[in-house]
């Protein structure tokens, strides 16, 4: 097959089981946690801001 070619059988139509079975979805809620995330970085502000710096000159 050349450049632009395709499978003409990529091109019928296919069958969707559309039935609205919901024991058959995915549960999204099963591992759903509550509380909070707290990070001390033990750094201050200006030591961040110029690791960032640091960080955006080497990806130039």
Known sequence: MGF????????QKHEV???DDESE???V???EHEGTVSFESGSSVTDLVSKLSDMKKTED
């Open 17 to 19: 089981n559309d039935d």
């Open 25 to 27: 979805g995915v549960n």
């Open 29 to 31: 809620h099963v591992n």
């Open 4 to 11: 632009g070619s395709y499978d003409e059988s990529e091109q």
